[in-house]
């Protein structure tokens, strides 16, 4: 029986390669499942044998926490390097987007408490 050992789910390109390459050099047998034409299907890792969960968690715990450590020391490079863009200047990139998404929110916010205070009264 196989075991569920890691949703693909939302995961980076670089990061799923990562948790490949790590199996494969430690040499526990995996196969992998897509999301399918339509995207519903679950995107995994599965594993073989029920006794390499153990070694592969252990292994894939060391893993992320090294890719943590990785992860914040390019954060940190990133924001000193000015190169880091916040939630102000990402929208600032783009600013008919980010006004026709704000307008699509206010109007669903408007449309929601005038319903419920039509019906309240």
């Known amino acids: 029986m196989t075991i569920l050992f890691f949703s693909l789910r939302g995961v980076p390109t670089d990061e799923a390669d990562d948790v490949r390459q790590l199996l494969a050099d430690n040499d ?3 196969y992998e499942t897509s999301a ?4 519903i299907s679950m995107p995994a890792i599965w594993l073989y044998q ?5 070694k592969a968690r252990q292994l894939f715990d060391e893993y992320q926490q090294e890719r943590a450590l990785n992860q914040r020391a ?3 490079q990133l924001k000193a390097q ?3 863009h916040g939630f102000l200047r990402h929208n600032l990139n783009k ?10 929110i206010v109007l669903i916010f408007y449309v929601s408490l005038k319903w ?5 009264l």
């Open 28 to 30: 526990i047998e995996f």
């Open 36 to 39: 399918g034409n339509w995207g």
């Open 50 to 54: 029920r006794d390499d969960v153990d």
């Open 74 to 76: 390019l954060y940190r």
């Open 82 to 84: 000015g190169e880091y």
């Open 95 to 104: 600013p008919v987007r980010f006004l026709g998404y704000s307008l699509v």
């Open 116 to 120: 419920l205070f039509e019906l309240g």
